[in-house]
């Protein structure tokens, strides 16, 4: 009879061992329910943000006066095309006029915010000077306050300077941006090379022509984000231009839509939910046509 090596003593039976495919198995199974899980919060985000575009537009393309008829989330007919006569007759077609002061608005706004706060943030990263950091703390704490806490006393303000009922009285407010200059402030301190400027100033260029030679260049990717923004931020403005501007030609669409939904009547509701619909038009129009520039502007400056 053999004695039991140290190799024999130590082995034990195969029903005994631990099985290695055990900790995979459920690893992958808690990886699956994560996914599902965060598949689930997804689809219910993306449930809660479409249902209302979706009616939006179902009910926007059943015939005049059964908007609001069963079934309410499908279609019921087509009479789109009619519908938006209607909205573009509607009180001798103030929709339109509408429509182009929103544009206007938002557009200017966009476009000469954008370019204060380019030359605003890239001053603020390229920049040494004297109380830099107390600046730049003084616009982050401008992102922090809501706008509409400024809405009253720019009212009273324009009210003694003799702006309401001016268009000036919602660009001038609507250019500055905060948020803007700290994006652009991140994104020219990330993306826009030291030795590029040192190069320009070597060649003799101005610094103004470095900016828009080369600053703006590499930050355009940055800069239509924040156009977009501001775009967005502006054609949304409903406070500012309701309590400054009392003329109905000047008002922009948010405050035109929200006058025809309390006419007691006198506008149908189903003309107003059409309106609403071709409100965010443009919108999606500017999503589309700058969505691979927007997609690279959130990433500019993300990493050395």
């Known amino acids: 009879m053999t ?33 599902l899980g965060v598949f689930a919060l997804l689809g219910l985000s993306a449930f ?7 009616w939006l537009v179902v009910a926007s393309t059943k015939p005049a006066g059964h908007q609001f008829s069963e079934p309410g989330l499908w279609f019921d007919g087509f009479g789109l095309f009619e519908n938006i006569a ?7 077609g103030i929709f339109g006029r ?6 206007f608005y938002a557009g200017v706004s966009a476009v000469i915010g954008t370019l204060l706060s380019a030359l605003a943030g890239y001053a603020l990263a390229k920049y040494e000077f004297r109380g830099r950091g107390v600046v730049f703390g003084v616009i982050l704490a401008a992102v922090l306050i809501p706008k509409v806490m400024f809405t009253l006393p720019l009212f009273l303000l324009f009210n003694q300077v003799g702006l309401l009922n001016n268009p000036l009285a919602v660009l001038l407010p609507s ?30 260029a ?13 930050m355009s990717p940055a800069l239509v984000t924040i156009f977009l923004f501001q775009f967005v931020e502006v054609w949304n403005n409903f406070l500012l231009p309701l309590m400054v501007l009392n003329d109905s ?23 107003v ?18 969505q691979r520039f927007w997609r690279a502007g959130l990433t500019a400056g993300a990493v050395k």
Do not use: C, K
Request: hydrophobic share 50%; glycine share 8%.
């Open 3 to 35: 004695a039991p090596t140290l190799e024999s003593a130590t082995r034990l039976p195969r029903s005994d061992r631990p099985d290695a495919s055990r900790p995979r198995r459920s690893n992958r199974e808690a990886n699956l329910a994560s996914r």
């Open 48 to 54: 809660y943000f479409i249902m209302p575009i979706w």
């Open 86 to 92: 209607l909205v573009f007759a509607e009180s001798d």
């Open 98 to 103: 509408w429509m182009l002061n929103s544009v």
């Open 175 to 204: 250019i500055v941006s905060p948020f803007g200059v700290y994006l652009a402030r991140v994104f020219a301190a990330q993306s826009v090379p030291d030795e590029l400027i040192e190069a320009g100033r070597i060649d003799g």
């Open 206 to 218: 101005g610094e103004f022509r470095i900016f828009f030679s080369i600053g703006v260049r590499i």
């Open 249 to 271: 030609a000047l008002q922009p669409v948010t405050v035109g839509l929200v006058g025809w939904a309390g006419s007691n009547g006198q506008v149908p509701a189903g003309t």
């Open 273 to 290: 939910v059409v309106a609403a619909l071709l409100s965010v038009v443009p919108l999606i129009i500017a999503f589309l046509g700058l």
